[in-house]
């Protein structure tokens, strides 16, 4: 199954939390593909930017993929949980889902509609760095527990 995070961020190469998700990238077997959108502040009200923002992670999107929102109103999942999830997902044929990881203002409601689940890494906002590395270390981690290896004990 093929993996997308696609992510309004403003990151640089050489940030600690690259670093770290590159690791978990070369230790996957997940086709992972993560791309970041860069945009400004189109507008001060903050519905404005969501709006814009979504509707460029809805377009950068593969059609026919199954479309997951990370946002903090979404299921928290366990370690085990989102295992599982992505199981059912390999065994349903899905043959290839996206993440979205929204900018400072979260997702307009338009891509939560759009969104096949939502989810949770937590209740608390994170920065869209630490989203992305939580995310990535997590799959990392699911993968770890379908194969039953000892990274997750």
């Known amino acids: 199954m093929k993996i997308s995070i696609l992510s309004i961020a403003k990151t640089k190469p050489n940030d600690s939390e690259n670093i770290l998700m590159q690791e978990y990238i070369k230790r996957s077997r997940w086709d992972l593909d993560i791309k970041e959108f860069h945009t400004k502040n189109v507008d001060k009200d903050s519905e404005v930017q969501k709006l814009h923002e979504s509707e460029l992670l809805l377009d950068r999107s593969s059609q026919g993929s199954y479309l997951i929102s990370l946002d903090m109103t979404g299921k928290p999942f366990s370690s085990?949980?989102?295992?599982?999830?992505?199981?059912?997902?390999?065994?349903?044929?899905?043959?290839?889902?996206?993440?979205?990881?929204?900018?400072?203002?979260?997702?307009?409601?338009?891509?939560?509609?759009?969104?096949?689940r939502i989810i949770s890494l937590s209740k608390m906002t994170l920065p869209h760095k630490l989203a992305r590395l939580m995310l990535v270390e997590q799959l990392y981690?699911?993968?770890?527990?379908?194969?039953n290896h000892p990274y997750h004990k």
Not at 94 to 113: A, P, R, V
Not at 141 to 147: C, F, Q, V, Y
Request: proline content about 0%; glycine content about 6%.
């Open 141 to 147: 981690r699911a993968e770890s527990i379908l194969n």
């Open 80 to 116: 085990e949980e989102f295992a599982s999830f992505l199981n059912t997902l390999q065994v349903e044929s899905t043959s290839h889902c996206t993440f979205f990881i929204g900018g400072s203002h979260g997702h307009h409601q338009k891509l939560l509609e759009r969104s096949d």
